[in-house]
């Protein structure tokens, strides 16, 4: 039934908490693909009056790289064995950027934690997770950070 799966991180340790589900869906669904996700939202046009536009394409192009670290670093954590793990960045609004590569990419699972970074990429109930929730074409796994054991 699910041949791919999109798991959306921010870099939060809440975000973190689908791990173990993740694993978990995997192994018992032989899941062949799993996409580890990372939106870098785009600054402000404000930023580009005050950092210039050379500023803001290295801010974002050195947040892109930090992002691609980030999930190598967690495809290195979930060890998922024969199943192909790729990493995707994208520049744009999360909640838009995950919706357009659900459907542009046969994505049939989402899985994402209900909480997520506080602050310029708010991932909470209510705003990103809500709206791809609420959305997506393909069926959402979300996962309550109460079910997760934080360092």
């Known amino acids: 039934m699910y041949k791919k799966m999109l798991v959306p991180l921010d870099t939060s340790s809440f975000a973190e908490c689908v791990f173990e589900h993740v694993k978990e869906i995997v192994t018992a669904r032989g899941i062949r ?14 930023a580009t009056a005050y950092f210039g536009a050379d500023g803001v394409k290295e801010a974002e192009a050195k947040a892109k790289e930090s992002m691609l670290h980030y999930l190598s670093d967690a ?42 970074r506080s602050g310029v990429s708010k991932w ?24 997760c054991r934080l360092p």
């Open 33 to 46: 693909d799993v996409v580890l996700f990372g939106v870098i939202e785009p600054l402000r046009p404000a």
């Open 124 to 147: 909470l109930l209510g705003n990103t997770v809500e709206r791809v929730l609420r959305r997506s074409s393909a069926p959402v796994f979300l996962v309550p950070p109460a079910s």
């Open 75 to 116: 495809k290195e954590k979930l060890s998922l064995g024969a199943s192909n793990v790729s990493t995707v960045v994208l520049l744009g609004e999360p909640a838009a950027e995950i919706l357009k590569y659900v459907e542009n990419n046969g994505v049939d699972l989402v899985v994402m934690s209900t909480h997520g």
